[in-house]
């Protein structure tokens, strides 16, 4: 390196100007990807859902992957997705007596509202 491309700091560490860009990614479970990416009127609709009764809203966010809404799971079939959202919505219902599945069931329906912001991003139509 140059020395103009390295500077020296107050405990004679070397650190370069250049910056490095890092790439994250969140790795999804498949039942979080299988969470649809929705319009953001039925991704709030969902939201109010799962908020006062536990798992409908991803109950309802399960007919979406049928009408064609897409996931981050592309290499499922439209069933198979269904399937696992309608199971999400099961163990929301069935943990909620312990209030663990109606904090679940909040962040679900909060994870469908990020993912509305996205949905206008995405221009190319899934293939069923």
């Given at each position: ?66 009408c064609g809404a897409r ?58």
């Amino acid at each position: 390196m140059d020395q103009k491309d390295t500077e020296m700091n107050e405990k004679g560490v070397s650190s370069s100007t250049s910056g490095v860009v890092v790439q994250v990614r969140e790795k999804k479970g498949p039942l979080r990807a299988a969470i649809p990416y929705m319009p953001f009127p039925v991704a709030v609709i969902c939201l109010f859902l799962n908020t006062f009764v536990p798992g409908l809203g991803t109950f309802v966010s399960a007919f979406t992957v049928l009408c064609g809404a897409r996931t981050d799971l592309p290499d499922r079939h439209m069933c198979c997705v269904f399937w696992l959202n309608i199971a999400a919505a099961f163990i929301q219902i069935v943990t909620a007596v312990v209030m663990v599945g109606w904090i679940m069931s909040i962040f679900w329906g909060m994870d469908m509202v990020i993912l509305a912001k996205g949905y206008r991003e995405q221009s190319v139509p899934q293939q069923l």
